[in-house]
């Protein structure tokens, strides 16, 4: 569970990274604005660590993205069946079928 935490922190980490540089936004910029703690923001980047939900939004809000863009890569894209949260599984079924 530890490994995947700390895959999951870098993914993050990276989307948060990529999305900052793309806004132009330094890491304290961007903390002012979304009302983030900085040096949390500095950890989140880097991999140590994972942000709240709520910082999340903040982010995403600040950088006019949808939260789940920080959470898409860590998302099988075929989840087994029984598996898929509602709505989404006749979905993977399709595409398993296909």
Same mark, same amino acid.
Request: glycine letters at 12%.
């Given at each position: ?19 900052? &540089? ?44 949808? #939260? ?9 894209? &075929?989840? #087994?069946?029984?598996?898929? #949260? &509602? ?12």
């Amino acid at each position: 569970m530890a490994r995947q935490s700390s895959e999951a922190a870098k993914k993050i980490g990276r989307v948060i990274r990529a999305h900052r &540089d793309a806004a132009q936004l330094t890491q304290n910029q961007l903390a002012n604005l979304a009302g983030v703690d900085a040096s949390g923001l500095q950890g989140w980047e880097a991999g140590r660590g994972l942000p709240g939900i709520g910082s999340l939004v903040k982010l995403a809000d600040t950088l006019g993205i949808s #939260p789940g863009e920080f959470i898409a890569d860590l998302v099988p894209r &075929d989840l #087994p069946e029984g598996d898929a #949260p &509602d709505g989404r599984r006749e979905a993977a079924l399709r595409r398993r079928a296909s």
